[in-house]
Structure formats: C-alpha cells, structure tokens
C-alpha cells in the first residue's frame, strides 16, 4: 500500500530558500531514464548552496497509516553528502539526518505523522541532485508486488493496434447495447466505448440485429451515458489477483506469491545505520535476508486470435529490460518458460511464472550512546510487513 506525496517529475510548487540573497541556486525538471522510478517520466534537478532548503506546502496530506515514507535521488555531486529531511503536521516537525550517495539510492525514513502539509530538504553544503518519487508506504505482500507489474503489462497491452468490434448508439439506463451490423465481441470479452467498460454476460442474435448484456463487473450492468454512433472495442484488462465467478476472456491475472520461499545463501543477518535525527537518534536497518515470491500471469483465451494476442503481450512483457518498482524500490523480475494449457480446442490460458526477490527489514530506532557503541538485542524473523 502506498501514498504518492508527490510524482517529483517537475518543480512545480517547489520553492528554494537561501540564507543569503546573493547565493544561487538552480531548479529544473529533467526526465534522465536512468534516474527514473516508480515509471516516473521526470525528475527535479537542484543545485544548492549551503544552508538552502528546498521546500514544498501540501493541503493536509493523509498517509493512511504508512509505515514509512521514502523518496529517490538518482544522481549526486556535492562538497557535503549530509542533508536534512523535515516533515510538518499540524505545527509539529521531525527532521533526519540522511549521507547522500552518488549512486542510484531509494532513502526510508520511520513516518512519524498521520498527515503532513510540508516537506523540506536542506543542504549542509553545496550540491547538485536529481530527485523524483516521494511516497509513503506499508509494505503489503504479494499485494505491492502485483501493483508494480500491472503497469508494465499494461504498457504491453496497449502496444497492440486497438480491435474494433463494432459500432453502436447506447442510451445512458439501458442495461444492453444493440448492433445493427455485425458484432465480433464474444460472451465473456471486456468491451470499452464512450469512456465506459463493461464484461459481457450474454450475446443474443434476433435477425440481423445482436445484442449485448453486461456483468457487474468494471463499470456494471447499466450503460452510464449516451453515445450515437460510437466505436467499440475489445479491451484485455489486467487484474490483480481476480476472483470473479465469471471468467474474462480474453483477459490476463495476477495469482500466487502468498508462499514466499527464503534465499540461504543471501539471508545474513545484518545492522545498518540509515540515518539520524535532530533529537540523537539513530536508525538502524536489519537485513533478515532475501525472499524470493512466485507469481504467475495467466492470459486466459476464448479463439486463436486472442491467443496470438496475448502471446505478443507475453512476449514483449518478457523482454522488457526495465526493472520493476515495489514500494520504491527497484526490482529486478525474472521468467519461467511459458505454458500453454488447453481447456477445448480453441479454449484455454498461457501461464508465465515469474520469481521476485525481495530482502526483509525490521527498521527502528533506537538511541546510540557514546561512540557509537551499541548493543542490539535479537530480534525474530518476521513476514514482511
């Protein structure tokens, strides 16, 4: 589960404060590929002097309970790595001490607030970074990792030349659509007209005329607005995990990956400091090891041309070089071989497995004393959470 604060593609409502007037700074957004996250086009690029701070107002922003809130700076050159990270609620404030790296990094912080209504980021000394995707999250598995794949499915889905089926007139109350011509969706196919989509529960025929009943789902059984002559399409719809009695075909689902298995050979138990805050606090990560989750996309087909288009979708979703976003954080996913399974003749679904792996944190804070000297009592291995 996750709260986008702020897409960080652009400046826009972004302003820099500087201790003097004569000091300069710069503000810009760029869209660097390689500084992209979360399938993000766009970042802020900054350069600041010493003591600026780069600050943003938001109307009372609610985190629905996040655990954590993270962002990711891309690229870095700096006289000072340190920077500080403030947020507002309602008057009060917690501000962390964060090092900056010059790689790629995705930085978390503890969420401290219900709701925020300003962020700040203030440099210790010059420097220049490209910054994007601010968000608050709960880690929610096999959940998080479904909604990081559908978009790049989806992305697959809409390389495809749209398929027409038909056009129609349809009357906003109406609980059908009629054709006059002919109709080339099929019962079960997800139809899209007029900003509309519906799941098709019944195809009838009288004369030359066919006629379209809808499921509940999507956008239910009533057609919502009227429309003369509109185009209808096939729509394949990607779904997380769907349940639906009724199947849709052609159609493509998200199952699996509830039974996560652990990596040995990557799983050492390991401390970390992330950070600090103004109250001398710091912020140790412990690294309980990787899991590696297995979901499988099934692409369920009603004729061999749905088969030949979802085989395309399968194929350019596999080659897709790009990493995957779970909560911020880059993933790499990789591929099974895929599976054809028949149901009839011209019946049946592709299955594409796919493995994730993930590593597990308990995050917390505790106070260090003198030197760093600390001691961290046990802590069990949890589920990610």
Same mark, same amino acid.
């Given at each position: 589960?996750?709260?986008?604060?702020?897409?960080?593609?652009?400046?826009?409502?972004?302003?820099?404060?500087?201790?003097?007037?004569?000091?300069?700074?710069?503000?810009?957004?760029?869209?660097?590929?390689?500084?992209?996250?979360?399938?993000?086009?766009? &970042?802020?690029?900054?350069?600041?002097?010493?003591?600026?701070?780069?600050?943003?107002?938001?109307?009372?922003?609610?985190?629905?309970?996040?655990?954590?809130?993270?962002?990711?700076?891309?690229?870095?050159?700096?006289?000072?790595?340190?920077?500080?990270?403030?947020? /507002?609620?309602?008057?009060?404030?917690?501000?962390?001490?964060?090092?900056?790296? &010059?790689? /790629?990094?995705?930085?978390?912080?503890?969420? %401290?607030?219900?709701?925020?209504?300003?962020? +700040?980021?203030?440099?210790?000394?010059?420097?220049?970074?490209?910054?994007?995707?601010?968000?608050?999250?709960?880690?929610?598995?096999?959940?998080?990792? *479904?909604?990081?794949? $559908?978009?790049?499915?989806? =992305?697959?889905?809409?390389?495809?030349?749209? &398929?027409?089926?038909?056009?129609?007139?349809?009357?906003?109350?109406?609980?059908?659509?009629?054709?006059?011509?002919?109709?080339?969706?099929?019962?079960?196919?997800?139809?899209?007209?007029?900003?509309?989509?519906?799941?098709?529960?019944?195809?009838?025929?009288?004369?030359?005329?066919? =006629?379209?009943?809808?499921?509940?789902?999507?956008?239910?059984?009533?057609? =919502?607005?009227?429309?003369?002559?509109?185009?209808?399409?096939?729509?394949?719809?990607?779904?997380?995990?769907?349940?639906?009695?009724?199947?849709?075909?052609?159609?493509?689902?998200?199952?699996?990956? /509830?039974?996560?298995?652990?990596?040995?050979?990557?799983?050492?138990?390991?401390?970390?400091?992330?950070?600090?805050?103004?109250?001398? #606090?710091?912020?140790?990560?412990?690294? +309980?090891?990787?899991?590696?989750?297995?979901?499988? $996309?099934?692409?369920? *087909?009603?004729? *061999?041309?749905?088969?030949?288009?979802?085989?395309?979708?399968?194929?350019?979703?596999?080659?897709?070089?790009?990493?995957?976003?779970? #909560?911020?954080?880059?993933?790499?996913?990789?591929?099974?071989?895929?599976?054809?399974? =028949?149901?009839?003749?011209?019946?049946?679904?592709?299955?594409? %497995?796919?493995?994730?792996?993930?590593?597990? /944190?308990?995050?917390?804070?505790?106070?260090?004393?003198?030197?760093?000297?600390?001691?961290?009592?046990?802590?069990?291995?949890?589920?990610?959470?």
């Amino acid at each position: 589960m996750r709260v986008q604060i702020d897409n960080m593609q652009n400046p826009s409502g972004w302003n820099v404060q500087v201790q003097n007037a004569n000091d300069l700074y710069t503000l810009t957004g760029v869209d660097y590929e390689e500084c992209r996250a979360s399938y993000i086009p766009g &970042q802020i690029q900054a350069e600041l002097p010493a003591g600026a701070i780069l600050t943003k107002d938001f109307n009372q922003i609610h985190l629905d309970g996040s655990k954590w809130i993270s962002f990711t700076i891309g690229l870095a050159y700096y006289q000072n790595p340190n920077m500080t990270f403030t947020l /507002y609620s309602n008057g009060n404030k917690k501000t962390f001490i964060f090092e900056v790296q &010059q790689k /790629y990094t995705t930085y978390r912080f503890i969420n %401290p607030f219900e709701t925020i209504d300003r962020v +700040e980021f203030t440099s210790i000394g010059l420097i220049q970074f490209v910054i994007t995707d601010l968000i608050a999250y709960t880690n929610d598995y096999p959940a998080d990792i *479904y909604a990081a794949m $559908i978009p790049l499915i989806q =992305k697959s889905v809409s390389q495809l030349p749209k &398929q027409i089926v038909g056009t129609a007139t349809v009357r906003a109350g109406d609980s059908s659509i009629q054709f006059a011509e002919l109709c080339f969706a099929e019962r079960y196919a997800v139809i899209e007209f007029n900003g509309e989509i519906h799941h098709i529960a019944a195809k009838n025929t009288t004369g030359e005329n066919f =006629k379209l009943t809808f499921t509940n789902l999507f956008d239910g059984q009533v057609i =919502k607005s009227s429309a003369v002559n509109t185009q209808v399409f096939q729509k394949i719809p990607v779904l997380a995990n769907p349940v639906s009695t009724e199947s849709v075909r052609p159609g493509i689902g998200l199952h699996g990956g /509830y039974e996560f298995e652990r990596v040995p050979e990557r799983s050492f138990v390991s401390d970390e400091i992330i950070c600090s805050d103004t109250d001398e #606090n710091y912020y140790i990560r412990r690294s +309980e090891g990787i899991l590696r989750f297995k979901p499988v $996309i099934h692409g369920l *087909y009603k004729n *061999y041309e749905n088969l030949g288009r979802l085989s395309k979708i399968f194929q350019q979703f596999e080659g897709n070089d790009h990493p995957i976003w779970v #909560n911020g954080r880059r993933v790499i996913i990789s591929f099974g071989q895929v599976a054809l399974i =028949k149901f009839e003749e011209d019946d049946g679904e592709l299955q594409l %497995p796919c493995e994730i792996e993930l590593g597990v /944190y308990n995050e917390w804070e505790t106070e260090i004393k003198t030197n760093l000297n600390y001691q961290i009592n046990s802590i069990p291995v949890q589920n990610p959470s």
